[in-house]
């Protein structure tokens, strides 16, 4: 660094030409002979022979001239090679950089994805076994409801109308759930990619401060300062605008959450109504093939009520 200011200070320097006319002159042995051996020679030749003494001191003045001009610009040229790779090298680190950054997201979003896909695959599955588990409960339902008395055919017909209307009402509302967890799982991918692209937001950020710096450094005190001022407004409005859309976002999902929670809670209750109904009216109907049964005690309580056997109390 020190030998750089010090070539730089003596390219900036000014020449002084009585120095450099000075400085051949003394180191030139010959030149001092020749001016001491002039002093011997006639007055007439004496003279010329100092023309061409002085002659031979302005071609070796020219001479360093030339021969420092040349080293200035070799010391210039050399500078400008040098700055150039270092803003060259600066690039591609920076290009690196944003290459292997991609690469990771795109690595990342795969691996989402492929996690997608096989939660996906386990949902259909349990609904597929849950199906599975419906048709066969509905079966023994339908084979019991055959062998019953002819008496009650007309009645568990009603009930089985009845039964099938709530359990479509069931399916209706759970296919609402699905797609209220569809619509859940989209915002959540949509958030992740908001995330993703807010992270490479700021690694371009990163790039174009870095440019911008360099920038700044070209310009003028008052080109500066208004550049600067115009930046740090566009700032706040930005910062402004992501904090209203995050709060928007929050509440989107607030209220998504709720619903689903408060729809699945009157699932829950339907769904333990609907199987204590069923069984009460099982249980009675097995009992009423062996015995009488008074349906008038039965208005509004289940006819296995106080029975030992009855595992619904």
């Known amino acids: 660094m020190d030998t750089e200011r010090e070539t730089e200070r003596e390219t900036n320097e000014p020449i002084d030409l009585g120095k450099a006319a000075l400085r051949p002159i003394a180191d030139s042995n010959e030149t001092v ?15 010329l022979h100092m023309m061409h003494e002085t002659e031979k001191h302005i071609d070796c003045v020219l001479q360093f001239e030339e021969k420092e001009k040349e080293r200035k610009e070799r010391q210039q040229s050399k500078k400008r090679e040098e700055q150039l790779k270092q803003e060259e090298e600066a690039f591609e680190k920076a290009r690196i950089a944003k290459e292997k950054l991609e690469a990771e997201n795109e690595k990342k979003k ?3 994805l492929k996690k997608l896909e096989e939660d996906e695959a386990r949902r259909l599955k349990t609904l597929e076994e849950q199906r599975q588990h419906m048709e066969e409960f509905e079966s023994q339902l339908a084979r019991k409801r055959a062998e ?12 089985e109308a009845k039964a099938f209307a709530r359990l479509e009402e069931l399916k209706r509302k759970k296919a609402e759930e ?16 908001v995330l993703r692209a807010e992270k490479l937001r700021k690694q371009e950020e990163s790039l174009a401060k870095f440019e911008e710096e360099r920038k700044l450094k070209l310009m003028s005190p008052e080109e500066r300062e208004a550049y600067l001022t115009q930046k740090e407004t566009e700032r706040l409005a930005k910062i402004a605008e992501a904090q209203r859309l995050e709060e928007e976002q929050r509440l989107l999902i ?4 709720a619903e689903k929670l408060a729809q699945e809670e009157r699932e829950a209750v339907i769904v333990s ?15 009423e093939a062996i015995e009488p049964v008074d349906f008038t005690e039965r208005t509004n309580k289940c006819a296995c009520a106080g029975d030992s056997k009855c595992t619904i109390m």
């Open 33 to 47: 002979h020749c001016s001491i051996t002039s002093l011997g020679l006639p007055e007439s030749d004496r003279g």
């Open 110 to 112: 795969l691996l989402t």
């Open 148 to 159: 019953e008395e002819e008496r009650k055919a007309e009645e568990l017909r009603v009930k």
């Open 178 to 193: 699905e797609a209220n967890k569809k619509i859940a799982e989209e915002e959540k991918l949509k958030q992740q990619e």
């Open 254 to 257: 607030e209220a998504i959450e």
């Open 273 to 287: 109504t609907e199987v204590t109904e069923v069984n009460c009216d099982t249980y009675a109907n097995q009992k």
